[in-house]
T-cell receptor, first 114, second 113 residues
């Protein structure tokens, strides 16, 4: 199993551009989530999904959209990038719909918005 | 709102010494407290967790203690080795936040040989 795979690993955008961060897991996990990591602020939850077709907002959802058309994939969309969205983004999954227990993280996507 | 405070933000120890990281949380109803280790260029990985009905848990050189009355929990690493150098995150599951994890700000640990 590859686990949780994120692409791209690095991306530079200009303000106002749009892009999609991809996340795929091959563990048949119900729960998937996106976090952003900023210095001194830990990991903050952006959006999460408890199963295909179901998504919900986390702590910092503004400026981001998600969808969950399949169990395996959970893309994160930035519609109009802003410098405040410069961060490292992590996708994480968990076997249960509630997301209880261990979270399995991808290796991250570093985004810079100029 | 729900909050997890983590201290210190950086910690430098000599190889073989012990390292202690402390976290406090705001919601007394929290019932699950995991610790994640993040190595350079990697995603966080669970190293140990504890539930609210347990006061202490050990796994080889790492241990976690929980004081529910004071609302704080700590990670203890004994006999530190260079491979323990990483960023460590504590977290707490808050019922008021729909049982979602809230993470502390992280501690960068450097083990000097």
């Amino acid at each position: 199993n590859a686990g949780v795979t994120q692409t791209p690993k690095f991306q530079v955008l200009k303000t106002g551009q749009s892009m999609t961060l991809q996340c795929a897991q091959d563990m048949n996990h119900e729960y998937m989530s996106w976090y952003r990591q900023d210095p001194g602020m830990g990991l903050r939850l952006i959006h999460y999904s408890v199963g295909a077709g179901i998504t919900d907002q986390g702590e910092v959802p503004n400026g981001y959209n998600v969808s969950r058309s399949t169990t395996e994939d959970f893309p994160l969309r930035l519609l109009s990038a802003a410098p405040s969205q410069t961060s490292v983004y992590f996708c994480a999954s968990n076997p249960t719909p509630q997301g209880t227990g261990e979270l399995f993280f991808g290796e991250g996507s570093r985004l810079t918005v100029l | 709102g729900e909050n997890v405070e983590q201290h210190p933000s950086t910690l430098s120890v000599q190889e073989g010494d012990s390292a202690v990281i402390k976290c406090t949380y705001s919601d007394s109803a929290s019932n699950y407290f995991p610790w994640y280790k993040q190595e350079l260029g990697k995603g966080p990985q669970l190293i140990i967790d504890i539930r609210s009905n347990v006061g202490e848990k050990k796994d080889q050189r790492i241990a976690v203690t929980l004081n529910k009355t004071a609302k704080h929990f700590s990670l203890h690493i004994t006999e530190t080795q260079p491979e323990d150098s990483a960023v460590y995150f504590c977290a707490a599951r808050f019922k008021a936040a729909g049982n979602k994890l809230t993470f502390g700000g992280g501690t960068r640990v450097l083990v000097k040989p």
